[in-house]
């Protein structure tokens, strides 16, 4: 059923904001009218009132998101302490496993990176803050859903889930056996499901006041996961978990 609230000018510029952000590099504007199926008269005039505001910036015969909605998006973060607890108990992980530890949110059936505590070595990497990326590609994702009771999963769910990588969990059905070990395991992990050669072990964290459903995670390569850091890996995004969530539980 459509919106009858929903406001046309501001439907459209956010689907060619979600566009730019989406793309590592610039989006030309024919690019744009066929993502945005938009009109060449009605783009133009949206792009040019974007760019007088500062929410895309022109950049090699394209378009990029711009410092102005880069600086109100951070707004979000600066309305808790979220960040400051989160690099508090991430940096003791680095510091003992010296792995990068991530933090997400759960928006529909996204999950969202909020922050991320870098480790002392190059890691192949995709989550850039403000990434998007489908809940049941990845184990933050896992995490959270395991969270939702059966109803509120349900209404999340797609009837189809896309593939990131060919190990990509590929039907409802799956997820929800996959969300079963996570329950009873208080651990979820992306068998390189998001980025060939790269697993993923994430916990969940909990609820904030806010009504932010978060989880924390650590990305290591395949090629030096020996058994013994893998055992210390998850031991030690459990910890942070566990410690993130009673600093969460204080924040307002």
Known sequence: MPDTADVPAI???HDILRTLAAQPGPVKAAELMRACNLPR???YLLLDSLERRRWIERREGGYIVGIELMALGAAYLRHDSLQT???RVAAEFVARCNEVVQLAALDGFEVVYLAREDARRP???VSDLGLRLPAHACALGKAMLAGLDPAELD??????????????????????????????DGLAQDREEVTAGLVCFAAYVGVTPLGKRLAVSTSIPSDRLDNAHRQAAIAGI???AREL???TAALP
């Open 11 to 13: 439907r459209r510029a």
């Open 85 to 87: 607890a989160f690099h």
């Open 123 to 125: 890691v192949r990497l």
């Open 245 to 247: 969530a009673k600093l």
């Open 155 to 184: 209404a999340r769910l797609p009837a189809k889930l896309a593939r990131v990588t060919e190990r990509t969990l590929a039907t409802p059905e799956a997820l929800r056996r996959e969300l079963e070990e996570v329950r009873r």
């Open 238 to 240: 459990r910890q942070v």
């Open 41 to 43: 008269s009605s783009l």
